[in-house]
Structures are given as C-alpha cells and as structure tokens.
C-alpha cells in the first residue's frame, strides 16, 4: 500500500508560479511510477504529467510543456510539479497517483493505470 499526500496548492496571478509536492509513504518509491492529474468545476480529471519511477523519464500533456515541470526525490519519497507561467485555465485540483511497475524507465498517462491517488490540492487562478 502507499499513501500519497498533495502539499503546495494555492491562490496564483497570471504568469505566477506554483511548486507542489507528492508525498509517499512505503520504502521502495523507486518502484512506483506516478503521474500528476487535474479536474477542473465540470470536466473530467486529466492527465498532466508522468515520471518514470527512476525519475529518468518524464511526460506532459501539450498543453503544460514548456512551463511545467515533474521531478522526483526518491530519497525523500516525493515528487514535484513545478508549474510557471500559470493560465486561468490551470485552475483546478491537482492529484498525483502512483503504481507499481518492474520497468524503472516506464511512465503512464491513463488514470485506469494507476493505483492509488492522493485527496488533491487546489490550485486558483486569480486575476
């Protein structure tokens, strides 16, 4: 079992940035892919980006590259997503979710591929 925790939401402006943290309980985090997710009022939750569990692949969805990045610290069993260049349309709950995965290299972008989920940290946009 892991328990992910989400830190870091908060109230942004335009063009503002925002670091949030996933936080994982258990021993071999290594072994977990994890990937960040969104949902905004009315829309279905989204993929946003993915780390391998090595930490040594990544991917975004188009809409986030250029301005987010996702990044690991395996020793502290976390990962990040530093978000810059923050739209109105970033508003939303942010979740991360981990699985399990014997390939340290791989990632994954579909909800249905992961496990477990943390209860989400929001993220508003404020003009």
């Known amino acids: 079992q892991v328990q992910l925790v989400e830190s870091g939401g908060g109230l942004v402006q335009a063009g503002g940035s925002l670091r949030l943290s996933c936080a994982a309980s258990?021993?071999?985090?290594?072994?977990?892919?994890v990937g960040w997710f969104r949902q905004a009022p009315g829309r279905e939750r989204e993929f946003v980006a993915a780390?391998?569990?090595?930490?040594?692949?990544?991917d975004y969805t188009d809409s986030v590259k250029g301005r987010f990045t996702v990044s690991r610290d395996n020793a502290k069993n976390t990962v990040y997503l530093r978000m810059s260049s923050l739209k109105p349309e970033d508003t939303a709950v942010y979740y991360c979710?981990?699985?399990?995965?014997?390939?340290?290299?791989?990632?994954?972008?579909?909800?249905?591929?992961?496990?477990?989920w943390g209860q989400g940290t929001q993220v508003t946009f404020s003009s």
């Open positions: 979710a981990a699985r399990f995965t014997y390939y340290s290299n791989n990632y994954y972008r579909a909800k249905s591929q992961y496990d477990y």
């Open positions: 258990g021993r071999t985090f290594s072994t977990y892919a």
């Open positions: 780390i391998s569990g090595s930490g040594g692949s990544t």
